[in-house]
Nanobody, 121 residues
Framework: QVQLAQSGGGLVQAGGSLRLSCAAS????????LGWYRQPPGKQRELVAE???????NYAESVQGRFTISGDNAKNTVYLQMNSLKPEVTAVYYC???????????????WGQGTQVTVSS
């Protein structure tokens, strides 16, 4: 089985920074895409940033210029550097990877456990 383990997050003041990490482990054949999502209180999960299979990077308009997504292929890890944080980004953040497992021809999405990011004013 594949498991995504998240780390980082916490409580910071407005204007501060955090870096989220997400490492995949298990029977991984390939990772086809990487992404970060967030779910504010009482709202649906939404895309924050992603790296597509073709290597393109997309950001939500609200985080453009402040957040940076990156990946480390050797570590099966994706990062989200979050700078100039604002209270409105407070949410539970989830990592996502589209993975093909060993012995399978199928691709499916895997999710991290989520981590709380709270920005105080």
């Amino acid at each position: 089985q594949v498991q995504l383990a998240q780390s980082g997050g916490g409580l910071v003041q407005a204007g501060g920074s955090l870096r989220l990490s997400c490492a995949a482990s298990g029977s991984i054949f390939s990772i086809n895409a990487l992404g970060w999502y967030r779910q504010p209180p009482g709202k649906q999960r939404e895309l924050v940033a992603e790296i597509t299979r073709g290597g393109r990077i997309n950001y939500a308009e609200s985080v453009q210029g402040r957040f940076t997504i990156s990946g480390d292929n050797a570590k099966n890890t994706v990062y989200l550097q979050m700078n100039s944080l604002k209270p409105e980004v407070t949410a539970v953040y989830y990592c996502n990877m589209r993975i093909t497992t060993r012995g399978s021809i199928s691709v499916r999405d895997y999710w991290g456990q989520g981590t709380q990011v709270t920005v105080s004013s």
